[in-house]
C-alpha cells in the first residue's frame, strides 16, 4: 500500500507541477479550451441566449420522448460534473491564490465552456442506445474513426451522467415510470 500511495504521488507531482514554473497539464487544458473556443467561434458567448431560451423551456413540448425537461437534463448533467472535489478545490484556491486565483478560474471556466459543448456533442453525435436502454458512446463498431477519443468517452460513460442515467432506468423500470429513452 506505500508503495501504491509513493507511485500515486510521483505521478501526480510529474502530471501536474512539471515544470514547476507552470505546469504542462494546466497548460494543455487551456490550448486545448483557447483551440475549441476560437475553432467553435466562441460558441458560449455567441448561443448565449438561445442557450438559456433552451433552460428556461422555450423549446419545450410536451409530445416529445421522455420525462425530463431541458432544465431537469441541465441540472443532472451539472450534478454529475460539478462535486465535492471542485466545491473543495474552489475555496483552496482561494485560500492560497488569493483573487488571481478567481480571475484564472473564470479564464479557464469560459474556456472549459467550449471544450464541454465539443464532449457533449460528440457524446450526442456518436452515442449507441443499447438493447437495454442504456447509451454507449466509445463501444461501438461504428464509431472505430473515434477511438483515439475512448479515455475520456470511457471516463464520463463509467462515472458521471451515465452511472446516474443508467441507475434512473433501472429505478423507473421496477417503479412502472416510462422511459426517459426511446427503445
Given amino acids: 500500500m506505500e508503495f ?50 433552451v433552460i428556461r423551456g422555450k423549446y419545450d413540448d410536451p409530445e416529445h420522448d421522455g420525462d425530463l425537461s431541458h432544465f431537469q437534463a441541465l441540472t443532472t448533467a451539472l450534478s454529475a460534473t460539478v462535486g465535492i472535489g471542485n466545491i473543495a478545490g474552489v475555496a483552496t484556491a482561494l485560500h492560497y491564490g488569493g483573487p488571481g486565483a478567481l480571475f484564472w478560474m473564470w479564464v479557464t471556466a469560459i474556456f472549459g465552456m467550449g471544450l464541454k459543448y465539443a464532449e457533449c456533442t460528440l457524446a450526442i453525435k456518436y452515442r449507441v442506445i443499447l438493447p437495454d436502454g442504456s447509451a454507449s458512446v466509445c463501444n461501438s463498431s461504428a ?16 462515472t458521471g451522467n451515465q452511472v446516474m442515467f443508467n441507475a434512473r432506468r433501472r429505478c423507473g423500470r421496477s417503479s412502472g415510470v416510462r422511459s426517459a429513452m426511446p427503445r
Avoid: E, Y
Fill in 4 to 53: 501504491i500511495t509513493k507511485l500515486s504521488a510521483d505521478l501526480s507531482g510529474t502530471v501536474w507541477g512539471w515544470p514547476s514554473i507552470f505546469p504542462l497539464m494546466v497548460a494543455l487544458l487551456l490550448v486545448t479550451g483557447l483551440f475549441t473556443t476560437v475553432m467553435l467561434r466562441f460558441i458560449q458567448m455567441r448561443r448565449l441566449k438561445h442557450s438559456l431560451d
Fill in 143 to 158: 464509431n472505430r474513426s473515434l477511438r483515439w477519443i475512448s479515455c475520456p468517452c470511457r471516463r464520463n460513460r463509467d
